[in-house]
Nanobody
Framework: QVQLVESGGGLVQPGGSLRHSCAAS????????MAWYRQPPGKQRELVAA???????NYADSVKGRFTISRDNAKNTVYLQMNSLKPEETAVYYC?????????WGQGTQVTVSS
């Protein structure tokens, strides 16, 4: 079974940091591009960060300089380091895998940025 299991969400104060992880199984992780999306309450899902099989990265303008996406193919895991978090970044965060038109999604985890 294909699985993308997320962990590392939770409550954090504004300006704080979280390290979000997504552990993959059931497919060849190393040939999939990976990404993180988020969906704030009442808003559309948006791309936060992506990393290709070659480890090229791209980020939403709003998170550049604060977030870092990385992957460890030996562990079949993609990470999102989130620093200097803002209240408006409260959202459900989703891990995504894509290759040759095939797309898999994580279950989503809540990140709440609040005092």
């Amino acid at each position: 079974q294909v699985q993308l299991v997320e962990s590392g969400g939770g409550l954090v104060q504004p300006g704080g940091s979280l390290r979000h992880s997504c552990a993959a199984s059931g497919f060849i992780f190393s040939i999939y591009n990976m990404a993180w999306y988020r969906q704030p309450p009442g808003k559309q899902r948006e791309l936060v960060a992506a990393i290709t099989t070659g480890r090229s990265t791209n980020y939403a303008d709003s998170v550049k300089g604060r977030f870092t996406i990385s992957r460890d193919n030996a562990k079949n895991t993609v990470y999102l380091q989130m620093n200097s978090l803002k209240p408006e970044e409260t959202a459900v965060y989703y891990c995504n895998a894509e290759s040759r038109g095939r797309v898999f999604w994580g279950q989503g985890t809540q990140v709440t940025v609040s005092s």
